[in-house]
């Protein structure tokens, strides 16, 4: 499939003005004056890294100039700064990057220099790792598609990231659903150091065909070879026809960065052999001809554009640095401070089991809040998910908000991080636990520091779903606990309900929320757990644990379906004379630490249980803090049952039996704690 393109290299067919053609010439020489004023300062020890633009010039002014920042979207990557200025950002914006000041837009000093966010111009934040904003762009897109926006996104990164799976995960999604994003691939022929032939079989574009999309090559040298490429793509991505993907030949005239030197892996005489296809000659040379530029206007601009970076450099560095590094984990920081100290009631509401709450809760939400997509494996109709969570959402509330996606967790996550960036409210079903792990970059990288790495500028709104934990004979790769994984991780919130009226209030309350929050299902309790599921808005709020029980003799402190095993064991130790109190902790991010002192001041003992193996498990840190902050209150040695060193749950019930934590485990833990 190709591209139809009239003669890209005369502007007057591409609509171009003289006007035009200066604004492109000069937005080149800017950022070429501007690249190498910044390699100076480098090597001069003003500022600790570069990354280097030049020789990409005139792929990403032509590039810029083919969309509109006040509605189409953008995601360029770290050797942009040419797509950035010509976009719309200033050099003081890319210098106080470059000098991580406070006032840089991008991240305020968190990020590498380079790594472009401006939300007033619609670029998304960007990270340092390669292929991740891909799925972003298809995230937006989709929101933008289903808005009925006629807004495109444009989406970079160099041709090594075209080997990443997030690449070919968005481009099969964009495919599918003919979203208007346009991939503009700029192939320097080098990945750091690795050569394109070592990294990319066959040739970029071609790759296209199999994701049903047009594929063309433009020389990236030439502005309007890749204006023209591009404006034809965005004609096609407003008219709804869908992606594009462009590559554009190029080559970067320095290193890779300012910490690389390049002699290693390139002669010389190549980059020389580049550098007379220098982009910016070249375009000088065409407008000199078409009588565009004289020789005065090519003087003014030169002297402009010094004094600009001159100008910008002065203001930048002597402008004040950043102070505060702790700010923007959250946008919703939930700091508990009220313990529980009574057995929490149970909400009015037909009896039901967790499944059924789940299911109606997001159906409840679905049908409050037109913005919130339902999104996964298998969720949408007439399956409805592997365990039916999502039964019945496609069909009351359409394909486009509760819709299946491809097979590939990174997408599903990666598609939430977009849709949460253009306004939408993703709810995401990974459908076992086991295999969220592809999305663990997404989720970690991406999601859930985005606030952060955005000086606050972004917010990432989304809820994941995961049915985890075993006890259903599952085996090795459908019954793994991953809590430990998620807690660990400043910007994600960890809760996991226990009861339907729980996961129905949790599950609100993760909607409702701004930051990421990952709600852990224990598959075990789907249809276990039995009890009122509340109506209405009902609420849990994140981070309050609760209590199930009160004892004096000591605390098992457990979330999931070991608080539910809990539960019953603390009535069977009760027969035996032994009263235990139960905290089920519900959020393990934030943790609800007053409830927890509370309950080691009342009985002194404690007992933390839970299903994922003890090394570094969750009941570590709950045992650490105890130890740190509450020793003085203990009578015994905090105790923790948990999963013998084993990677996973075996299949055969006769062996599953024998390591996964179970009510008789818990009695004889209780027993041996409450005698000590
Ligand atoms: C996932 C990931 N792996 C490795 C790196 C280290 N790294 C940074 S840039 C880069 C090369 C990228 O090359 P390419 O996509 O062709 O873009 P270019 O830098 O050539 O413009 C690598 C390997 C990274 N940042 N992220």
């Given at each position: 499939m190709t591209l139809e393109l009239d003669s890209v290299i005369d502007h007057n067919a591409l609509g171009l003005s003289d006007e035009d053609l200066i604004s492109l010439y000069r937005n080149m020489v800017l950022a070429r004056k501007l690249d190498e004023r910044?390699?100076?300062?480098?090597?001069?020890?003003?500022?600790?890294?570069?990354?280097?633009?030049?020789?990409?010039?005139?792929?990403?002014?032509?590039?810029?100039?083919?969309?509109?920042?006040?509605r189409d979207w953008s995601l360029p990557y770290y050797r942009d700064a040419a797509f950035a200025l010509a976009i719309g950002m200033s050099p003081e914006d890319v210098l106080a990057g470059v000098f991580s000041k406070a006032s840089d837009p991008s991240s305020g000093g968190r990020q590498m220099p380079a790594h472009w966010s401006e939300p007033d111009l619609n670029i998304l934040t960007q990270s340092s790792v390669i292929g991740v904003q891909y799925p972003h762009a298809c995230g937006i897109a989709y929101q933008l598609q289903r808005s009925g926006s006629d807004s495109v996104v444009l989406v970079d990164g160099g041709e090594g990231s075209t080997s990443e799976g997030d690449?070919?995960?968005?481009?099969?999604?964009?495919?599918?659903?003919?979203?208007?994003?346009?991939?503009?691939?700029?192939?320097?022929?080098?990945?750091?150091?690795?050569?394109?032939?070592?990294?990319?079989?066959?040739?970029?574009?071609?790759?296209?065909?199999?994701?049903?999309?047009?594929?063309?090559?433009?020389?990236?040298?030439?502005?309007?070879?890749?204006?023209?490429?591009?404006?034809?793509?965005?004609?096609?991505?407003?008219?709804?026809?869908?992606?594009?993907?462009?590559?554009?030949?190029?080559?970067?005239?320095?290193?890779?960065?300012?910490?690389?030197?390049?002699?290693?892996?390139?002669?010389?005489?190549?980059?020389?052999?580049?550098?007379?296809?220098?982009?910016?000659?070249?375009?000088?040379?065409?407008?000199?001809?078409?009588?565009?530029?004289?020789?005065?206007?090519?003087?003014?601009?030169?002297?402009?554009?010094?004094?600009?970076?001159?100008?910008?450099?002065?203001?930048?560095?002597?402008?004040?640095?950043?102070?505060?590094?702790?700010?923007?984990?959250?946008?919703?920081?939930?700091?508990?401070?009220t313990a529980v100290t009574e057995i929490e009631q149970e909400p009015d509401g037909e009896q039901g089991n967790l499944i059924t709450a789940i299911n109606r809760g997001l159906h409840s939400l679905m049908a409050s809040d037109d913005r919130m997509l339902v999104f996964g494996e298998d969720v949408a109709d007439p399956k409805g998910g592997v365990f039916k969570a999502t039964k019945g959402l496609t069909d009351a509330f359409g394909a486009d908000r509760a819709f299946n996606t491809p097979l590939a967790e990174a997408l599903v996550i990666g598609l939430g991080v977009g849709m949460a960036a253009a306004g939408a409210r993703p709810c995401a079903e990974i459908q076992f636990a086991d295999f969220i792990h592809p999305g663990f970059n997404q989720i970690v990288s991406e999601l859930a520091r985005i606030h952060?790495?955005?000086?606050?500028?972004?917010?990432?709104?989304?809820?994941?779903?995961?049915?985890?934990?075993?006890g259903i004979h599952g085996a090795m790769y459908h019954s793994q606990s991953i809590e430990a994984f998620y807690s660990h991780v400043p910007g994600l919130k960890v809760v996991v309900p226990s009861t339907p009226a729980d996961a129905v209030g949790l599950l609100r309350?993760?909607?409702?929320?701004?930051?990421?929050v990952m709600v852990l299902e224990p598959k075990k309790l789907y249809r276990l757990a039995n009890g009122p599921i509340p109506t209405g808005d009902h609420r849990v709020p994140i981070g309050?644990?609760?209590?199930?029980?009160?004892?004096?003799?000591?605390?098992?402190?457990?979330?999931?379906t070991m608080s539910h095993f809990s539960v019953e064991a603390a009535g069977k130790l009760a027969e035996e004379g032994i009263e235990a109190s139960v905290l089920d902790l519900r959020s393990l991010r934030p943790l609800d630490w007053p409830s927890i002192e509370a309950a080691v001041k009342r009985t002194s003992k404690v007992l933390i249980v839970h299903e994922d193996n003890k090394f570094l498990g969750f009941g570590a840190e709950v045992a650490a803090q105890i130890g740190e902050k509450s020793f003085e209150?203990?009578?015994?040695p905090v105790s923790r049952y948990a999963t013998p060193e084993i990677p996973a749950f075996p299949f055969a019930l006769a062996?599953?039996?024998?390591?996964?934590p179970n009510v008789e485990g818990i009695i004889e833990h209780a027993r041996a704690l409450a005698h000590y």
């Open positions: 910044m390699w100076a300062l480098n090597r001069q020890g003003r500022v600790p890294f570069v990354v280097s633009v030049s020789g990409h010039e005139a792929t990403q002014v032509g590039a810029a100039a083919a969309i509109d920042p006040s690449w070919h995960e968005a481009m099969n999604f964009a495919g599918i659903h003919k979203l208007p994003v346009i991939f503009l691939i700029q192939n320097n022929l080098y990945a750091i150091s690795v050569p394109a032939a070592s990294g990319v079989a066959g040739q970029v574009a071609d790759r296209a065909a199999g994701y049903g999309m047009p594929g063309i090559v433009v020389d990236g040298n030439n502005v309007l070879d890749v204006y023209g490429a591009m404006t034809a793509a965005v004609d096609r991505a407003r008219s709804g026809e869908g992606p594009t993907l462009i590559e554009a030949k190029t080559y970067r005239y320095y290193a890779h960065t300012s910490d690389d030197d390049d002699k290693l892996y390139r002669s010389r005489e190549e980059v020389e052999l580049w550098r007379r296809k220098d982009p910016i000659p070249a375009f000088r040379q065409y407008l000199v001809e078409q009588r565009v530029l004289s020789d005065a206007l090519e003087k003014e601009i030169d002297a402009e554009v010094t004094e600009t970076i001159a100008t910008a450099v002065k203001s930048t560095e002597s402008s004040p640095d950043p102070t505060d590094p702790l700010s923007h984990v959250y946008a919703n920081p939930i700091e508990p401070e952060y790495r955005s000086n606050g500028r972004w917010n990432m709104p989304m809820t994941i779903r995961v049915p985890y934990g075993g309350s993760a909607m409702e929320d701004p930051d990421p309050k644990a609760a209590l199930r029980r009160i004892g004096s003799d000591l605390t098992i402190i457990a979330y999931g209150w203990l009578d015994a062996l599953e039996a024998q390591v996964m």
